[in-house]
């Protein structure tokens, strides 16, 4: 028996470090590390954590730090109020596309609806993408539950 329990302890020791190595990050995880401050503290702020920690596939656009930056003084600091907690879930659903889209097919888009509901425009010009008035600075992030394209603006949906 003495003998069977080095090798049982390997065994257990390679399954957690395949199993660990094996899970890549969600979309909140992955936009926790990759410094994504002001998006993580608005989903957190809006109660999606949960679902975009959940198994999707989900598309999101994602705004830097930078982007938020560009909305007018005082606009993010509103909208991370509880009152206007359906407000921000609009905003940032509206940055969501269901499904896995990754750049090579976003490329051949011209337009993509959002949980939110509305569709964001895509173009492509020169080479560069844009999702609405935003541009793509960075595609193809893959998570375990979708992709995340950086993007250098906010996106709003349209009034009704």
């Avoid at 993580?40 to 679902?51: E, F, I, N, R």
């Avoid at 705004?63 to 600091?77: N, Q, V």
């Avoid at 993408?129 to 539950?145: L, R």
């Amino acid at each position: 028996m003495t003998h069977y329990l080095p090798v049982l302890l390997a065994g257990a020791l390679a399954m957690t470090v395949a199993s660990s190595t094996a899970s890549a990050a969600d979309i909140v995880e992955t936009a926790v590390a990759g410094n994504f401050n002001t998006l993580v503290a608005a989903v957190k702020a809006a109660g999606l954590v949960d679902t975009l920690k959940g198994p999707g596939p989900f598309t999101v656009f994602a705004p830097t730090d930078e982007a938020f930056a560009k909305l007018p003084p005082g606009t993010l600091e509103s909208l991370l109020k509880p009152e206007n907690k359906a407000k921000l879930q609009s905003i940032l659903t509206y940055h969501v596309v269901p499904g896995q889209v990754m750049a090579r097919e976003v490329v051949k888009l011209h337009s993509a609806k959002t949980v939110e509901g509305q569709s964001i425009t895509i173009k492509t010009m020169n080479g560069r993408v844009m999702a609405d008035n935003a541009n793509v600075t960075k595609t193809d992030i893959v998570t375990s539950n979708g992709v995340i394209h950086v993007i250098d603006s906010v996106l709003l949906p349209k009034q009704n």
